[in-house]
Structures are given as C-alpha cells and as structure tokens.
C-alpha cells in the first residue's frame, strides 16, 4: 500500500510540470513568440533601406590633393526619384564649405548629379546608398574624390 501512496505522490509533481509546460508552449504559440518570421525583406522595406532621405555624417576625402576634413548631410525627398541634398563641411579644418545639389536616382540604390558650383566649375557625383551607408565618388575640374558617410 505504501508503494502506491509513493507513487501518487511522485506521479502529482510531473504532472503539474507537464500542465505548466503546455500551458507556457500555448501561450507562446497564441501570442506568436514562437513564430518563425521570413528573412526576406517586403518591398517597402526595400524601398526604405535604399533611400538617402535623412540625416548622414562622415568624412570627405580629395583624391587629388589628400586633403579631407568632416561632412554632414541633410537629404530630403522632392519626388519618387529626386532628393535635394545639403552637403556642410570643412576645409584647412577651419574653412566651412556647402555644397547644394539634387541627387537624380539612377538604380535601386544609386544615385548621381551634377551641380555648378562658383568659381570651381561642374562637380560630377555617384553614389551608392544602403540604409546605413552613404557612399559617393566626385569629380570636378581639378578634382576628384569621396564622401563616406553614415547615418
């Protein structure tokens, strides 16, 4: 008779950790914790990873004449394909330069555009825009270079 008293007793634990068990399985399935999401971006994911709208910093760099120093963009959208870009640096680390322009898209993530500028001639840019990542190669008259930067 004890032997039986023994087992309902230890027979009652495992049966409240299973019923705990279930229940903890349920509730993630029916609050979808243990669901399995696609890796796959949607579309408009897509769309947004690749837009240079928004706030960038980084560095700019001349391949001419190694000069280099900070930059800061502020992009903004004008129409599904432009965006007008102000580009703010330095140059000699103390000269401020802005460098106004719209960027034309030209693929899924990449950009060009061509803008005068005073003095200096026609300045020539490529880019290539993750969402993270902005990264451009110029060309002027007597100058070529990149601008690497990061949101």
């Not at 903004?76 to 000269?95: E, S, T």
């Not at 898209?105 to 061509?114: A, E, I, L, V």
Request: aromatic letters at 12%; one cysteine or more.
């Amino acid at each position: 008779m004890e032997s039986l008293a023994e087992n309902r007793i230890s027979s009652k634990p495992i049966r409240c950790r299973w019923a705990y068990f279930v229940m903890v399985v349920t509730g993630f399935l029916l609050t979808g914790a243990l669901t399995v999401q696609p890796a796959v971006a949607s579309p408009a994911e897509v769309a947004v990873a690749s837009s240079p709208e928004g706030k960038w910093s980084g560095q700019w760099r001349s391949e001419a004449t190694g000069h280099q120093g900070p930059l800061k963009a502020r992009i903004r959208k004008l129409d599904n394909d432009r965006y007008r870009a102000m580009f703010r640096g330095r140059f000699f680390a103390v000269i401020p330069f802005i460098y106004p322009t719209t960027l034309q898209r030209s693929g899924d993530s990449s950009f060009t555009s061509s803008q005068r500028l005073p003095l200096l001639g026609t300045y020539k840019m490529k880019a290539e825009v993750t969402s993270d990542q902005f990264k451009a190669t110029f060309e002027g008259r007597r100058d070529t270079g990149v601008f690497e930067l990061s949101r």
